[in-house]
């Protein structure tokens, strides 16, 4: 498995960039940003754009991926979206990892006063947010006219430099299908809420449900299959050896953490080098 990170958006541009640095000097697969106009209990204090976080960490950095966890249509419109996601790709020379989701009802949603959806309304515009974002990414020019998204003439010149992986954010038997159906990438953050006493078994097994039902799907053999921490995280670093082989074990292509905090939150700190020497991850 591949070892990747999220570096949340409290951080001032300048410190992402080296937060990004030194998360590549680690040897981490991607360095992901939260795509959220403000997130939970960090509501009250900074919080800065996901993609201008990314493109500070694209100049400071050469090799690592960014990119985003996930973006999602809660105030985003694809045509700008996507000229956002391409001139991003361009400015870090084709390292852009695009992680998308169908959004909750929580800050965002309501944010710009759209009304509130039902769970099945938000996958369907999801679905047409997600199709027309790629058609977006992958040709020079665009003219669709959905029932909720309309291109025309939209104009992405020069386009990524090499394409823009997609990978979908999924639990339930819709979506999952549809990550399987785009043949790129699914995250999962694990079935049922972590919870602060849990340990690792507790880990392991809210991870294997869900994969196990992903994997049976029609397409979901060539889709990269990531694993997503949450912020509070605790079970999976008391024995993250054994955590990290049984997700490997289970077909998980890569394991990703929130890179260690000030606040003690995320990866503990004195775990880090632990987890970079784990058997089961590859970093470089």
Same mark, same amino acid.
């Given at each position: 498995?591949?070892?990747?990170?999220?570096?949340?958006?409290?951080?001032?541009?300048?410190?992402?960039?080296?937060?990004?640095?030194?998360?590549?000097?680690?040897?981490?697969?991607?360095?992901?940003?939260?795509? &959220?106009?403000?997130?939970?209990?960090?509501?009250?204090?900074?919080?800065?754009?996901?993609?201008?976080?990314?493109?500070?960490?694209? @100049?400071?950095?050469?090799?690592?991926?960014?990119?985003?966890?996930?973006?999602?249509?809660?105030?985003? &419109?694809?045509?700008?979206?996507?000229?956002?996601?391409?001139?991003?790709?361009?400015?870090?020379?084709?390292?852009?990892?695009?992680? !998308?989701?169908?959004? @909750?009802?929580?800050?965002? /949603?309501?944010?710009?006063? !759209?009304?509130?959806?039902?769970?099945?309304?938000?996958?369907?515009?999801?679905?047409?947010?997600?199709?027309?974002?790629?058609?977006?990414?992958?040709?020079?020019?665009?003219?669709?006219?959905?029932?909720?998204?309309?291109?025309?003439?939209?104009?992405?010149?020069?386009?990524?430099?090499?394409?823009?992986? *997609? @990978?979908?954010?999924?639990?339930?038997?819709?979506?999952?299908?549809? /990550?399987?159906?785009?043949?790129?990438?699914?995250? @999962?953050?694990?079935?049922?809420?972590?919870?602060?006493?849990?340990?690792?078994?507790?880990?392991?097994?809210?991870?294997?449900?869900?994969?196990?039902?992903?994997?049976?799907?029609?397409?979901?053999?060539?889709?990269?299959?990531?694993?997503?921490?949450? *912020?509070?995280?605790?079970?999976?670093?008391?024995?993250?050896?054994?955590?990290?082989? /049984?997700?490997?074990?289970?077909?998980?292509?890569?394991?990703?953490? &929130?890179?260690?905090?000030?606040?003690?939150?995320?990866?503990?700190?004195?775990?880090?080098?632990?987890?970079?020497?784990?058997?089961?991850?590859?970093?470089?």
């Amino acid at each position: 498995m591949d070892l990747s990170c999220v570096v949340l958006n409290d951080l001032h541009p300048h410190a992402f960039a080296e937060t990004a640095r030194a998360a590549e000097d680690a040897g981490v697969r991607t360095v992901f940003s939260y795509d &959220h106009l403000s997130w939970r209990d960090l509501r009250e204090g900074p919080w800065y754009a996901a993609v201008p976080l990314l493109a500070a960490a694209a @100049t400071a950095t050469e090799r690592v991926r960014l990119g985003t966890l996930v973006a999602s249509p809660n105030y985003r &419109h694809p045509v700008t979206f996507a000229a956002e996601v391409m001139t991003l790709d361009q400015l870090s020379g084709g390292r852009v990892e695009l992680g !998308v989701g169908a959004g @909750t009802s929580a800050h965002d /949603a309501s944010v710009l006063g !759209v009304p509130s959806l039902t769970p099945r309304e938000r996958q369907d515009r999801f679905e047409e947010w997600t199709l027309l974002l790629r058609t977006l990414l992958s040709q020079r020019v665009t003219d669709v006219r959905g029932e909720r998204y309309t291109a025309h003439d939209a104009r992405n010149v020069p386009g990524p430099v090499t394409g823009v992986p *997609l @990978t979908v954010a999924a639990a339930g038997p819709r979506g999952m299908r549809f /990550a399987a159906r785009l043949g790129q990438g699914w995250v @999962t953050y694990g079935e049922g809420e972590a919870r602060p006493d849990d340990g690792v078994q507790e880990a392991v097994t809210r991870f294997t449900a869900p994969i196990g039902r992903f994997a049976a799907l029609e397409g979901a053999g060539g889709v990269r299959k990531v694993a997503l921490l949450g *912020l509070d995280e605790r079970g999976a670093y008391a024995d993250w050896p054994r955590f990290a082989t /049984a997700l490997a074990e289970a077909g998980y292509d890569e394991v990703c953490v &929130h890179w260690p905090r000030p606040d003690g939150r995320g990866l503990p700190s004195g775990a880090l080098a632990g987890v970079l020497a784990t058997p089961a991850l590859t970093t470089g």
